[in-house]
């Protein structure tokens, strides 16, 4: 009786489970050295440029310091009117890029769809891809005057190609064997489009909307130099004209905080849409 209730005591003890001591892994562990580093990096430059031009007496209409340039950033924002350059410049970043990547989609998916069309409409596209699209830019503000549409129309043009040269490199490579499958049980056009072709266009579709992202500033930027009378771009034109280094200064960091939101969001869509991807971590 004595052994039957221990071994029944015994059987009804709870098993000892013993927690990890790190629960996020190695990864943790490597996503907060990436960004120590990342920040320690960042503190080395800030330093460097405070202190550096001062040390090595170079003149503030050549290299501000830091210092200058946040007390240069207080002033246009109080008088120069910075909110609203800069709102204008991102605005119009986001409107260049999101029109640019639905025609440069869209384009690629119906030229990936019918081989004679991709053979005619080619050498065309290759051309237009080849010229320079700042030398557009003139041509542009001569067409529509000075105003917002010429720094429009070259945002779109360069992000464009990027867009549609990775959907149309994308719809080469899609696998036949499953659009003949999908064929011989009826599929129809569009049904094929929307289950074989577009989920296996899509990585090749965000990578080219990233690079995108990228070229969208550029495309306003060189759109308020040459001719604009808003944004960032015409700061910098202006800050160059008055021997301003700190305002330039200032518009291409503002520049650059832009694009980096840009890409930093399409970074996380693409985590959302492409979630069912393997990832390789170092």
Known sequence: MTDATATQAGAKAPAVTRKPANPGGPRMDHRLKTTVASLGLLALVLLAWQYLPTALDVPKYIIPTLTDCLFELKRMWLYDGLTAHTL?????TLLGFAIGSLLGATLGYLLGMSAFWEKVLSPYILAL???PKVA?????IMWFGYNSVPKLLVTVLIVFFPVLVNVLQAMRTVDRDLINLARAYSLSRLGIFWKIEMPSTLPNLMAGLRIASTLAVIGVTVG???GGNTGLGYLISYGGGQANAAMVFNAIVLLTVIGFVLYS?????EDRVLHYLPKAHG
Do not use: G, H
């Not at 204008?88 to 119009?92: E, F, P």
């Open 88 to 92: 204008s410049t991102a605005l119009y």
């Open 129 to 131: 891809q080849i010229a």
């Open 136 to 140: 557009f830019a003139p041509l542009f």
């Open 224 to 226: 308020e130099l040459v």
């Open 265 to 269: 969001a399409l970074v996380r869509i």
